[in-house]
């Protein structure tokens, strides 16, 4: 397993010889599909190559599951008739029939391995539009519990749905649900996707529900389907010897919202062969700049994001800061917008995500596509 | 003594006072009387332990009043201020009841003796219908009443007011002395007060203190007070101190074209009248124990007088008769006319326009030609 | 006076009923009797892990807000006094918002301990005014003040968050009782009850108080040392308060005020225990609608308590013409 992982590795960087690569991540799937049914009491190497908040281990007849919470590890054992003995870790009886999620990145991971039926309630309390109808319709029916907003959920119905599982995302400001539920004795399990740098990582998450609801077959089929994309659009503009500058950015009362270098918006840029215009501030989630800084990095841009779906024109940008008007692409008119389900179902192909972005930076490259979550402004 | 300061100096950064002494008796009511800032306020606060002192001792009943904890001096001194509370919904007997503080349990429970005592404070002030009113619904004046009764149920040997009548209607400014009065006699308690306001000093207190700037500058009985002290205490010009009447009246200035013959008190009101709207005028001839002389002293700006119980001699005629001559109009007040000052009907007679206050049947009786007004022409008159 | 007080304590108890019955699950006073008896109870389970925690909490919770507001009302004369002017609420939430916005949170500490910690930082500061200023204004004057000066800082880091941490942040500064756990209740029981004793112990003085400061003494107040006691106790039932329910708005403020008005007194041997049971009512009455309105989307409670509390207090005050 070792020497495969290098091997992937070494394909990711060296693009030359893509069919062949192609034919060994296709071997390299299906003998990790072998491996989960053989038995082996030897400890696999976690399959989960990408992500950096979790890992999977394949044992006989059950699995290991560890997860980042806060700064820790944590371990789950994830048995199908009774827990192995003499292994550390909090048990989990899989597959699972009943969970309750805490957000709508959950619901697009499961939505990914058709595993929404699995859920039976939801955090929701109807802050925001959601872009799977199938629970929508079942929310509406009551088939789903809406338990209300994450900070303040009703705690009555989740006792009375007798969840097998809450998944629950961390934030500074939620520990006291946390607290309850401990309380409680609910069990629940930390989703940290919204962590992950490489957009690919987020993607691998679905593993994680894979895991869970015993679908790991599926998770891996839609992960590798992802990440053959994703190599092949690498693969494609790999040719291209200037990538285009990329302005990725939101403007709101004055101040300009960038990603960071290191996170997953850098590297999908990457992916997509462009090279992103801020990347060399470190760190990640976002950075604040001020106009005059972005003016000044974005003279040399020559495609922008910009990352909301209330700037519907180029007009809404002139209007919120004028002097966006003399950049070069505000004059080429090559500003996009993000489309509203790009937040949900975005993250459920981030593939496709990667493909408009290298369909808008290169153009001549991807004839008649036209981007899914993108929108250009006039 | 029952209250002694000595060498008291106090302030809040600098000092505001510097070596007063004084002394109370039990008993006695103390005065101390100065104008606004003269330091009377922090002087009481100073006594009663509010402000610490930055040089000498209060000694009270013989114990250094600042060594003595906030609940053994309660039962000693109590004082009123001009502060105004909001007491909620507090009567008229639970705010005279929080005086008991130094003696009750550590609940404030009242027992039959304590509402004894405050019902006996409410006695002595005059205020035995307010127990049950609301304190927030009292004039200012039954509030100064109920306050003063809350110091009074502390049962204290000293009492300390600051100001007490200030700001008051008339019928609590006379009460209140009374009241105060009353308390020194019956109870025995030393009392001392301030005021910025002498007469009140005057018709109460047994002893006056006078501070200007910080320091005592004369003290003694209030029937000693001089009215030069007291100029210069307030360095007032307008007016002049008269310690017998024991009131200020206003000093009168100018050319007089008006004279006014007087007596008997019948020209107190005329003479103030003119004084008060800055209309000059001479009066003569006056007896020196008629109580017009007292005020024509101070508000004419010349007066002849004669000597008591005497009858009017020519000189001091002939000193009226000049008077007379330089003045356009004379103003008879329609005193009563007896055998000391029947010749002032003579000066009356030497005048060309006569202006009288009798009755036209009476002018006739005493045969004297003059015009009859009222009081309350006389301005209207006077003034053209 | 006696009956209004036993109408008032029978109230109190209702409304806890009231809070242990209310939920979106239909459970009744049977399934939590059940439940404690040992039966495997669902409904009960639910009463007893969900509702009883978190209304007695609103209860405990509103009654200690209540007389700090009464303590700090009668100690600067100020009816607009509330439990939040010596700048307690500021520094708690200045200290969540470096957990939550700056990510500057203590391990282990939690939000619940950084705003407690942050609160007892704010009493300090202030007790070490209190023992400098000369009367009770220039102690008022300064607390505002310092209250100011932490919610710059808060608005600062407000000011450089990303917008979703700024939403959770704003969230806990309005104020919740959801999710309060037993442990949470046990610290507030031994924390809040003693403290409140102590509050009512102080009823003479405080009664002294009504005159001011310097009548006070001359009555034979310790007023020093009355001072930093008053301090001390109200900034700590605030603190504690707030550390696990965030910022309350006007329960602190408005139930005195309802107290006196009810009571028609200012004795605060009457003021003090009629001010926790109201506080109590209130809250816990605020609690339950906070879960009903928008189900099932919980609003924070002080959208409720003031809401509610204004208008009841206008009404009270046109009415009888004083406060």
């Known amino acids: 397993m070792i020497i495969a992982e290098r091997f992937l590795k070494s394909t990711s960087l060296d693009l030359k010889s893509m069919k062949f690569d192609k034919v060994l991540l296709v071997l390299l799937a299906l003998a990790l599909l072998g491996c989960t049914q053989h038995s082996s009491d030897q400890v696999e190497h976690g399959i989960v190559k990408f992500a950096k908040n979790f890992q999977i281990e394949f044992h006989d007849g059950y699995k ?93 119905k989740l006792i009375e749905l007798n969840p097998d599982i809450v998944i629950i995302y961390v934030t500074s400001s939620n520990e006291k649900v946390r607290e309850k539920l401990r309380e409680l004795g609910i069990n629940y399990i930390v989703d940290s996707e919204w962590l992950e740098n490489d957009p690919l990582g987020r ?11 015993d679908k790991d077959e599926e998770a891996e089929e839609y992960f590798n389907r992802i990440v053959k994309n994703v190599e092949e659009i690498e693969e494609a503009v790999s040719s291209v010897e200037e990538k285009p500058n990329v302005l990725w ?73 004028p002097r966006m008007a003399d950049l070069k692409v505000f004059k080429e008119r090559k500003i996009y917008n993000i489309t509203p389900d790009y937040w949900q179902l975005g993250l459920l192909h981030p593939d496709i995500v990667i493909r408009d972005l290298a369909a808008i930076l290169h153009p001549e490259l991807f004839k008649d596509y036209e981007p899914r979550f993108f929108v250009r402004l006039t | 003594m029952m209250l002694e300061v000595s060498k008291l100096s106090a302030g809040y950064s600098n000092a505001v006072l510097a070596g007063i002494d004084l002394n109370v008796e039990r008993g006695e009511i ?146 209140i002395p009374l009241i105060l009065r009353r308390i020194a006699n019956e109870k025995g308690i030393a009392i001392v007060l301030t005021t910025h306001d002498i007469e009140l000093a005057v018709r109460i207190c047994d002893r006056i203190v006078m ?60 003479m103030r009248l003119l004084t008060k709207n800055r ?53 008879d007040t329609g005193f009563p006319i007896g055998k000391i000052n029947a010749r002032n009907l003579e000066v009356l007679r030497t005048a060309k326009r006569v202006y009288s206050l009798r009755s036209k049947k009476e002018l006739e009786k005493i045969d004297l030609d003059a015009e009859v007004i009222r009081m309350a022409d006389l301005l209207k008159i006077c003034k053209y | 006076m006696r009956i209004k007080f036993v109408i008032l304590s029978f109230i109190s108890i209702i409304s806890i009923f009231v809070g242990i019955l209310a939920g979106s699950v239909h459970a009744s006073i049977h399934d939590l009797y059940d439940y404690l008896k040992g039966k495997q109870d669902v409904r009960g389970y639910i009463i007893w892990e969900v509702r009883v925690p978190r209304t007695l909490g609103a209860f405990l919770g509103g009654a200690c807000l209540a007389v700090s507001g009464l303590l700090l009302q009668t100690y600067f004369r100020n009816p607009l006094a509330g439990p939040y002017v010596l700048g307690i609420s500021s520094a708690a939430s200045l200290a969540v918002a470096l957990c939550i916005l700056a990510g500057m949170g203590i391990h282990n500490v939690g939000i619940v301990g950084s705003a407690f910690l942050g609160s007892m930082l704010a ?129 602190g403020l408005a139930t005195p ?38 189900y099932p989307v919980e609003l924070p409670v002080s959208v409720v308590t003031s809401m509610f509390g204004a208008p009841i207090v206008i009404y009270l005050v046109i009415k009888r013409r004083r406060v």
């Open chain 1, 203 to 213: 993607a691998e998450w679905v593993k994680f529900f894979g895991a869970l609801l």
């Open chain 1, 64 to 156: 290991i599951l560890k997860v980042k919470e806060d700064e820790t590890w944590k371990t789950y054992i994830l048995y199908y008739d009774k827990p192995p003995e003499g292994v550390e870790g909090i048990p989990i009886k899989i597959p699972i029939k009943r969970m309750v999620v805490m957000s709508s990145t959950h619901i697009a991971q499961l939505e990914a391995i058709n595993g929404t039926d699995a859920v039976v309630g939801f955090m929701y309390g109807g802050r925001y539009k959601l872009y799977f109808p199938d629970v929508v319709e079942r929310l509406e029916k009551g088939e789903i519990v809406d338990l209300g907003s994450p900070n303040a959920p009703d705690y009555e």
């Open chain 3, 257 to 294: 005020h309802m107290a006196r008005l009810l009571f028609r007194t200012s004795d605060h041997r009457i003021l003090i225990p009629t001010t926790i049971l109201l506080g109590a009512i209130v809250t816990v009455l605020c609690d339950i609608i906070s879960r009903i309105l928008l």
């Open chain 3, 123 to 251: 009493t300090v500061l202030i007790l070490c005014l209190a023992t400098k200023v000369r009367n009770a204004v220039t102690l008022l004057v300064a607390g505002l003040m310092l209250g100011y000066l932490f919610s710059a800082f808060e608005k600062i880091l407000i000011t450089l968050a990303e917008s979703q941490k700024v939403h959770q942040f704003i969230l806990w500064t309005f104020g919740s009782f959801s999710g309060i756990t037993w442990d949470n209740l046990e610290l507030i029981t031994i924390l809040g009850i003693p403290a409140m004793m102590l509050v009512f112990t102080l009823s003479k003085p405080l009664n002294a108080l009504l005159l001011g400061e310097e009548y006070a003494r001359s009555m034979g107040v310790n007023v020093k040392a009355v001072r930093m006691v008053i301090v001390t106790l109200s900034s700590f039932l605030t603190s504690l308060v707030t550390a696990f329910a965030g910022i309350v708005a006007f329960v």
């Open chain 2, 211 to 270: 501070v200007k700037d910080g320091r005592v500058v004369a003290e003694g009985y209030a029937e000693d007070l001089d009215s030069e002290i007291v100029k210069e205490l307030y360095g007032i010009g307008v007016a002049e101190f008269d310690p017998f009447l024991g009131t200020f009246e206003l000093k009168g200035e100018g050319r007089a074209k008006i004279h006014v013959v007087c007596g008997g008190g019948s020209g107190a009101r005329v």
């Open chain 1, 249 to 321: 950015a939101l403007i709101y009362k004055g101040r300009v919202y960038v990603p960071r270098g290191d996170g997953y918006v850098a590297k999908m840029i990457e992916y997509a062969g462009g090279d992103y215009l801020f990347k060399d501030v470190n760190g990640t989630g976002s950075e604040i700049i001020n106009i005059e800084d972005l003016l000044l990095k974005g003279q040399k841009a020559d495609v922008m994001i910009y990352s909301s779906y209330y700037v519907k024109s180029l007009d809404d940008i002139k209007r919120k800061e």
């Open chain 2, 279 to 331: 209309i000059p005028f001479t009066a003569g001839v006056i007896h020196e124990n008629d109580i017009d002389f007292y005020i024509a002293k101070h508000c004419a700006v010349g007066v002849v007088k004669e000597r008591p119980y005497e009858e009017i001699r020519d000189e001091t005629l002939e000193d009226a008769f000049r008077l007379v001559e330089n003045c356009d109009l004379v103003v």
């Open chain 2, 30 to 175: 103390l005065g101390i009387i100065g104008p606004n800032g003269s330091g009377k306020s922090t002087l009481l606060k100073t006594i009663s332990a509010i402000l610490k002192p930055m040089n000498g001792v209060v000694y009270l009943d013989g114990k250094n009043v600042h060594k003595l904890k906030p609940s053994e001096l309660a039962k000693e001194l109590a004082i009123t201020t001009t502060n105004r509370s909001d007491v909620g919904f507090l009567t008229g007997f639970e705010v005279v009841s929080l005086g008991r503080y130094p003696y009750t349990d550590a609940f404030g429970r009242l027992s039959e003796r304590d509402v004894e005592i405050v019902m006996e404070a409410l006695r002595l002030v005059n205020a035995e219908y307010l127990a049950d009113k609301p304190f927030s619904e009292m004039s200012d004046g039954e509030k100064q009443k109920i306050m003063i009764a809350r110091a009074l149920a502390q049962q204290p040997k000293v009492l300390l007011l600051d100001e007490p009548t200030s700001f008051l209607d008339a019928k609590h400014r006379v009460e």
